[in-house]
């Protein structure tokens, strides 16, 4: 028994000690170790210049001078950064063409991007194309990536932690401006001196994030009535994901509605809208930056208005009608001849030809002009009348005292609607349809498509007067006034 109460208490004490050890606190991390979490690093681009100009001068001759050029921006990034690529994303402000540049030496082509990692540099070169020189602005994006120093390194065990495969991205943006003036003010070209240096400073010190400014892709956008539109807005001095303090704003004029927001591929601020249904409104836009600056700047949009269709008011069946549409030259632009909510007739050209049936008698139909198929206009209503029925609009005697000639106005087709002529009484003998002189009517009638027929009445008794009463009848069935000759 003795023997069994030692071993129970050897157990116990076995157990305590792994309690013990347990609850030992782990080791402290090395001072200055620890993960460095994505968020705490980050990639500064500064440029030197936000705005580069190429002044211009046309002489008399049309030749063009250089009257001043900032050929060169150059661009900083913070030290502490291995593998560092770097491209430019060029892009018209005025067609939205959009060129890329990747890094590498190319002094004959127009944009040049030289990468010196020894002085944390990245330089931008221009060399315009005088031949081509047009008054144009382009906005540069410098699109940067790299690796932190001690990422993966042989050292990287003793001091920072980074998670595997971590690459920083980081952004910058200036712009191009082209100016041509005519000539000079004093006749003389000058071309301004400028030396473009590269100064090396201490990566460490902080430095100030250069010029803030915020830019819209063009100043004015011009539309259709109640067409959707959107906006790109450059940023510099800022990168528009982490240096604003909120997100930019946004306001129209006129109790107009635009929406905001940040296209996170792009690094731009996208801001749309619909045109208004008449005149313009103002979009100002107002961003600040993290450290209280301020940048604002604005854009018009502006309805245009279309010219009115041609289009006639009233139609008959049977008749070809052109209509004159009149559609902007935008995507989606459509003309239609619309019966209730049935479309009759269509086109996306600039006339439209449509020949109303004999059904549509009696009917009111609609012409519309849609954009994206939304109406752009209060539709155009067309009237659908059955033909008059025709005319009997003159007599006219030979002079010989034995036949006379009859005038008939009619409407609908030329040779399909021709009329007969009938004798309700009176001292004829024959009628006859004078093939050869069929003829447009030429007065302005709303009618549409009218006709002149002439017949020929030969006298019966040339010992009574010539005296009758005729009416004409259409291929309708529908009858003119009688005539009575001679008129009383």
């Given at each position: 028994?003795?023997?069994?109460?030692?071993?129970?208490?050897?157990?116990?004490?076995?157990?305590?000690?792994?309690?013990?050890?347990?609850?030992?606190?782990?080791?402290?991390?090395?001072?200055?170790?620890?993960?460095?979490?994505?968020?705490?690093?980050?990639?500064?681009?500064?440029?030197?210049?936000?705005?580069?100009?190429?002044?211009?001068?046309?002489?008399?001759?049309?030749?063009?001078?250089?009257?001043?050029?900032?050929?060169?921006?150059?661009?900083?990034?913070?030290?502490?950064?291995?593998?560092?690529?770097?491209?430019?994303?060029?892009?018209?402000?005025?067609?939205?063409?959009?060129?890329?540049?990747?890094?590498?030496?190319?002094?004959?082509?127009?944009?040049?991007?030289?990468?010196?990692?020894?002085?944390?540099?990245?330089?931008?070169?221009?060399?315009?194309?005088?031949?081509?020189?047009?008054?144009?602005?382009?906005?540069?994006?410098?699109?940067?990536?790299?690796?932190?120093?001690?990422?993966?390194?042989?050292?990287?065990?003793?001091?920072?932690?980074?998670?595997?495969?971590?690459?920083?991205?980081?952004?910058?943006?200036?712009?191009?401006?082209?100016?041509?003036?005519?000539?000079?003010?004093?006749?003389?070209?000058?071309?301004?001196?400028?030396?473009?240096?590269?100064?090396?400073?201490?990566?460490?010190?902080?430095?100030?994030?250069?010029?803030?400014?915020?830019?819209?892709?063009?100043?004015?956008?011009?539309?259709?009535?109640?067409?959707?539109?959107?906006?790109?807005?450059?940023?510099?001095?800022?990168?528009?994901?982490?240096?604003?303090?909120?997100?930019?704003?946004?306001?129209?004029?006129?109790?107009?509605?635009?929406?905001?927001?940040l296209d996170t591929a792009a690094r731009m601020l996208m801001v749309r809208g619909t045109i208004p249904r008449s005149g313009k409104y103002t979009?100002?836009?107002?961003?600040?930056?993290?450290?209280?600056?301020?940048?604002?700047?604005?854009?018009?949009?502006?309805?245009?208005?279309?010219?009115?269709?041609?289009?006639?008011?009233?139609?008959?069946?049977?008749?070809?009608?052109?209509?004159?549409?009149?559609?902007?030259?935008?995507?989606?632009?459509?003309?239609?001849?619309?019966?209730?909510?049935?479309?009759?007739?269509?086109?996306?050209?600039?006339?439209?030809?449509?020949?109303?049936?004999?059904?549509?008698?009696?009917?009111?139909?609609?012409?519309?002009?849609?954009?994206?198929?939304?109406?752009?206009?209060?539709?155009?209503?067309?009237?659908?009348?059955?033909?008059?029925?025709?005319?009997?609009?003159?007599?006219?005697?030979?002079?010989?005292?034995?036949?006379?000639?009859?005038?008939?106005?009619?409407?609908?087709?030329?040779?399909?609607?021709?009329?007969?002529?009938?004798?309700?009484?009176?001292?004829?003998?024959?009628?006859?349809?004078?093939?050869?002189n069929i003829h447009a009517a030429n007065d302005a009638d709303d009618a549409g498509v009218a006709w002149i027929d002439e017949f020929e009445v030969?006298?019966?008794?040339?010992?009574?007067?010539?005296?009758?009463?005729?009416?004409?009848?259409?291929?309708?069935?529908?009858?003119?006034?009688?005539?009575?000759?001679?008129?009383?």
């Amino acid at each position: 028994m003795p023997r069994a109460t030692r071993r129970r208490v050897e157990i116990y004490f076995i157990l305590y000690l792994l309690a013990l050890v347990l609850l030992l606190p782990d080791k402290p991390m090395p001072a200055g170790g620890g993960m460095v979490l994505p968020g705490d690093l980050r990639l500064d681009l500064q440029p030197e210049r936000v705005r580069m100009e190429c002044n211009l001068v046309r002489d008399s001759s049309g030749g063009l001078r250089i009257r001043s050029l900032d050929s060169e921006n150059v661009i900083r990034y913070n030290t502490g950064l291995t593998d560092v690529d770097v491209r430019a994303r060029i892009e018209d402000a005025a067609t939205g063409q959009v060129l890329m540049v990747d890094a590498g030496r190319n002094p004959a082509a127009l944009f040049e991007l030289q990468l010196l990692p020894e002085r944390q540099t990245v330089l931008f070169r221009w060399h315009p194309n005088y031949a081509d020189a047009t008054p144009r602005t382009l906005r540069v994006t410098l699109q940067a990536s790299a690796v932190p120093a001690d990422a993966g390194g042989p050292n990287a065990g003793a001091g920072r932690h980074f998670p595997t495969g971590l690459r920083l991205n980081g952004t910058a943006q200036f712009v191009l401006v082209t100016n041509v003036t005519r000539h000079s003010e004093n006749g003389q070209t000058e071309l301004m001196p400028r030396v473009d240096t590269i100064r090396i400073i201490d990566s460490s010190a902080r430095r100030s994030m250069g010029t803030f400014w915020i830019e819209p892709a063009r100043d004015l956008i011009s539309g259709i009535s109640q067409q959707p539109w959107a906006m790109r807005l450059s940023m510099g001095g800022a990168d528009p994901m982490r240096d604003l303090a909120a997100l930019p704003l946004v306001q129209a004029s006129n109790g107009a509605t635009v929406e905001r927001y940040l296209d996170t591929a792009a690094r731009m601020l996208m801001v749309r809208g619909t045109i208004p249904r008449s005149g313009k409104y103002t979009v100002n836009v107002v961003a600040h930056r993290a450290d209280g600056q301020v940048a604002q700047t604005s854009f018009d949009v502006q309805c245009l208005s279309m010219p009115a269709a041609m289009v006639a008011s009233v139609m008959y069946p049977g008749v070809e009608y052109t209509i004159e549409t009149n559609l902007p030259d935008l995507e989606g632009a459509k003309a239609v001849v619309l019966d209730g909510g049935r479309e009759v007739a269509a086109t996306s050209a600039s006339v439209l030809s449509f020949t109303p049936r004999l059904s549509d008698t009696g009917k009111t139909l609609q012409f519309v002009r849609l954009i994206a198929g939304d109406r752009v206009e209060t539709p155009v209503a067309i009237h659908v009348r059955g033909f008059p029925p025709p005319e009997i609009r003159d007599v006219k005697d030979y002079g010989s005292g034995d036949k006379k000639k009859v005038i008939v106005k009619f409407y609908g087709d030329k040779n399909r609607d021709r009329p007969s002529l009938e004798v309700v009484d009176g001292n004829v003998r024959s009628v006859r349809k004078l093939f050869g002189n069929i003829h447009a009517a030429n007065d302005a009638d709303d009618a549409g498509v009218a006709w002149i027929d002439e017949f020929e009445v030969t006298r019966k008794d040339n010992g009574q007067p010539f005296t009758f009463t005729i009416q004409a009848r259409d291929q309708r069935g529908r009858t003119s006034a009688l005539w009575r000759e001679p008129a009383r």
